[in-house]
């Protein structure tokens, strides 16, 4: 009995030992692979290291390369930007820029229709070059040239009104709204012809009215002067049928 106990006792401690051996020898093992590995890292940053400072390759900071990885915030909805209103067709580029109004923000200056009169042509907004007819006396027409924004219409007139009670119509509210009378004139003696005639310029040459060759002319230049505001011209030709508005706002 004591030695079956004997021999049972050495088998149990010869089975304890070997497991304790084969323990061992799997934690060498795995302690060799830790080391192994954090080898292979140290190397592995090296080179990296090596090669973004000889430019071998694109290397971003720290933090960038983290933001670069980091998925982008969904975008948020924001409100729709806002234009300025579209110049309308016909409009240019604002001549008044030192008055502070934008042009979009500005109509030009109207001047209303008298009764009997329909407008069949009108030409608003145009920045142009103007001849703006100031006088005449015999084989001449005396003007002065003015650049500004330009309002030309053309009337029918159905009236049935003599042409001085027509260019009085037009002209005496200008007057109660400030403007001066530069230059007037009645009837072909006083205001030449609107034609281009033989020893002298006429209207259509210089400002492209063009009454015709009807003897019954009535013509008024008027002005408004602002400080600080655009200068306004307006000139007015008819005779019994037709009428010609022309008026030209100058910058200040």
Avoid at 159 to 180: D, K
Wanted: glycine share 8%; charged share 20%.
């Amino acid at each position: 009995m004591r030695v079956a106990l004997a021999v049972l006792a050495g088998v149990l401690l010869a089975g304890t030992g070997a497991e304790g051996v084969a323990a061992q020898s799997l934690g060498n093992v795995i302690k060799r692979e830790a080391e192994r590995e954090t080898k292979r890292q140290a190397q592995r940053r090296t080179r990296e290291a090596v090669q973004c400072a000889t430019g071998a390759r694109d290397c971003l900071p720290e933090d960038e390369s983290a933001k670069s990885q980091t998925p982008a915030a969904p975008a948020t909805a924001s409100a729709p930007a806002t234009s300025a209103p579209a110049a309308s067709a016909g409009n240019v580029l604002d001549p008044f820029e030192t008055s502070g109004t934008p042009a979009a923000e500005r109509a030009p200056f109207s001047v209303p229709p008298i009764a009997g009169a329909t407008a069949v042509d009108h030409q608003a907004g145009t920045l142009a070059s103007y001849r703006r007819i100031t006088g005449y006396k015999p084989k001449l027409i005396s003007y002065s040239d003015h650049t500004g924004l330009l309002t030309r219409t053309r009337y029918d007139l159905t009236g049935g009104q003599t042409p001085s009670a027509m260019i009085a119509a037009w002209r005496e509210p200008l007057l109660r709204q400030g403007f001066v009378v530069e230059w007037q004139c009645s009837r072909k003696a006083q205001c030449g012809s609107s034609a281009y005639h033989q020893l002298g310029a006429g209207y259509v040459p210089v400002n492209g009215i063009n009454l015709g060759i009807a003897g019954d002319v009535e013509y008024v230049t008027v002005r408004r002067t602002v400080a600080g505001e655009p200068t306004v011209y307006v000139a007015i030709a008819l005779n019994r049928n037709v009428a010609y508005v022309d008026v030209v706002e100058v910058a200040p």
